[in-house]
């Protein structure tokens, strides 16, 4: 059983430039969840997202920032026109359908973005 | 609001002794946990431990025990036997439910381990 999958591992781009992250939750889980980690910082909360619906974006900044999950594929995490600001590495977690009760989120390794 | 706090930004720990990391944290909610992640240098997150708000008994995994104190809302991690494969990045995280009735995890600034042979 496969964990959670984040594709790339290491991404680099140019000030401007359009970044696109990846991540394949755990077989079987229909939430995902996006964090952000600057450098020597803890993980924040960014996006919750189910099947096709964007549930909670309270942590997303309000510009340049978008994230999908599609019926079918990957979750996708996108930033418009990066600046240096946004190097940091991006984690995505999964957590299985629950009706009731408080469940573990399952991390993926992360994407280290670099902005030069 | 809820907030975590870790106030041990570094700790160097003598090979074998157990280490105490600390972990305050503020909620008004009635449900919430507790979690322990590792991060070693290679930057995964490793889920260590989870407490749950309502657990009657403090949480164990083979090194690790979680020391919750609820009335002080501490969730404080214990390492015995500390090995060097402990040195690492540390964070305390409380899940709680959102306004949307997702589960949030909200992190700590994180304490970093170093075990001296």
């Known amino acids: 059983n496969a964990g959670v999958m984040q594709n790339p591992r290491h991404l680099v781009r140019r000030r401007g430039q359009e970044a696109r992250l990846r991540c394949s939750p755990m077989k079987g889980h229909s939430h995902v969840y996006w964090y952000r980690q600057l450098p020597e910082e803890g993980l924040k909360f960014m996006v919750y997202?189910?099947?096709?619906?964007?549930?909670?974006e309270s942590g997303m900044p309000k510009e340049r920032f978008s994230a999908e999950f599609p019926k079918e594929g990957p979750s996708i995490l996108r930033i418009q026109q990066v600046v240096r600001g946004d190097s940091a590495a991006y984690f995505c977690?999964?957590?299985?359908?629950?009706?009731?009760?408080?469940?573990?989120?399952?991390f993926g390794p992360g994407t280290r973005l670099t902005v030069t | 609001a809820q907030k975590i706090t870790q106030t041990q930004p570094g700790m160097f720990v003598q090979e074998k002794e157990a280490v105490t990391l600390d972990c305050t944290y503020d909620?008004?909610?009635?449900?919430?946990?507790l979690f322990w992640y590792k991060q070693p240098s290679s930057g995964e997150m490793i889920f260590l431990i989870y407490q749950g708000s309502y657990d009657q008994q403090n949480a164990t995994e083979g090194r690790y025990s979680l020391n919750f104190q609820k009335a002080r809302k501490s969730a404080n991690l214990v390492i015995s036997a500390s090995q060097l494969g402990d040195s690492a990045m540390y964070f305390c995280a409380m899940i709680f439910r959102g306004n949307f009735g997702n589960e949030k995890l909200t992190f700590g600034t994180g304490t970093r381990l170093t075990i001296i042979p």
């Open positions: 909620t008004s909610d009635p449900s919430y946990g």
């Open positions: 997202l189910q099947k096709e619906n964007i549930i909670d």
């Open positions: 977690a999964s957590s299985p359908s629950r009706t009731s009760g408080i469940y573990e989120q399952y």
